[in-house]
T-cell receptor
Framework: EAGVTQFPSHSVIEKGQTVTLRCDPISGHDNLYWYRRVMGKEIKFLLHFVKESKQDESGMPNNRFLAERTGGTYSTLKVQPAELEDSGVYFC?????????????FGQGTRLTVV | GNSVTQMEGPVTLSEEAFLTINCTYTATGYPSLFWYVQYPGEGLQLLLKATKADDKGSNKGFEATYRKETTSFHLEKGSVQVSDSAVYFCARVMNTGFQKLVFGTGTRLLVSP
C-alpha cells in the first residue's frame, strides 16, 4: 500500500511567485493534516481536513496560504505570493479515524526555498 | 499550555554508547505522546508512542516511559548504532483530539563508528 506522497520534493522560487504543494494521503484516510518546519525549529500544525472540509485551520500563518481538498482525496497548499519567511519543509500527514490509538502517517515533505 | 520541549542538539555519540534525549511537555490531562524520527532524505516516521500514564513505548531498541509526575517522555537506547543517526522529534496530541500534534524542535543525533 502506498504511503503519504508529496510533490514536489523540492521547490525553489523567487519572492512574489506562487507555489502549489500537493499531498496524496493514504487511500481511505479521511483526516489530512499540513505541518511546516521553518529554519530548524519545531514542526508546527497548519491545518486539518476531515474529508473535504476544513476542520481546523488555526495554524495557517496568513491569507497568503490557501489549502484545498476537493473531493476529499488529495490536497493542495498554495502560497501566493511567497515571501522569504515561507521557506521551510512542509509535511503532510493522514490518519484514518479519530481515536487514541490511531496514528498519523507522514509524507517525506516538500522543501520550499524562497529566494 | 500546549508545548513540547526537548533538548537541543546535535547529540554526538560513538557507536554502542547509551542515548538519552530529554522531552517534557505541558498539558491539561494526559495526552498521547510520541517520538518521531526523520532519517536523512526520508519523511517522518513514528518510532514509538504511549497513550496513557506509566505506559512504556518501545521499538528498534528505543524506549520511552510516560511519566505524569515529571511530565516527561525521555527517549533512551542502550547501545546506539551509526544507522540511528537522524533527527528525533518528541510530540503530543493537541487537546482538541484527532491526531493533530504539537512537536518539539527536534534533536539531531550523530553516531560515529
Amino acid at each position: 500500500e502506498a504511503g503519504v506522497t508529496q510533490f514536489p520534493s523540492h521547490s525553489v522560487i523567487e519572492k512574489g511567485q506562487t507555489v502549489t504543494l500537493r499531498c496524496d494521503p493514504i487511500s481511505g484516510h479521511d483526516n489530512l493534516y499540513w505541518y511546516r518546519r521553518v529554519m530548524g525549529k519545531e514542526i508546527k500544525f497548519l491545518l486539518h481536513f476531515v474529508k473535504e472540509s476544513k476542520q481546523d485551520e488555526s495554524g495557517m500563518p496568513n491569507n497568503r496560504f490557501l489549502a484545498e481538498r476537493t473531493g476529499g482525496t488529495y490536497s493542495t497548499l498554495k502560497v501566493q505570493p511567497a515571501e522569504l519567511e515561507d521557506s521551510g519543509v512542509y509535511f503532510c500527514a493522514s490518519s484514518p479515524t479519530e481515536g487514541r490509538n490511531t496514528e498519523a502517517f507522514f509524507g517525506q515533505g516538500t522543501r520550499l526555498t524562497v529566494v | 499550555g500546549n508545548s513540547v520541549t526537548q533538548m537541543e542538539g546535535p547529540v554526538t555519540l560513538s557507536e554502542e554508547a547509551f542515548l538519552t534525549i530529554n522531552c517534557t511537555y505541558t498539558a491539561t490531562g494526559y495526552p498521547s505522546l510520541f517520538w518521531y524520527v526523520q532519517y536523512p532524505g526520508e519523511g517522518l516516521q513514528l518510532l514509538l508512542k504511549a497513550t496513557k500514564a506509566d505506559d512504556k513505548g518501545s521499538n528498534k531498541g528505543f524506549e520511552a516511559t510516560y511519566r505524569k509526575e515529571t511530565t516527561s517522555f525521555h527517549l533512551e537506547k542502550g547501545s546506539v548504532q551509526v544507522s540511528d543517526s537522524a533527527v528525533y522529534f518528541c510530540a503530543r496530541v493537541m487537546n482538541t483530539g484527532f491526531q493533530k500534534l504539537v512537536f518539539g524542535t527536534g534533536t539531531r543525533l550523530l553516531v560515529s563508528p
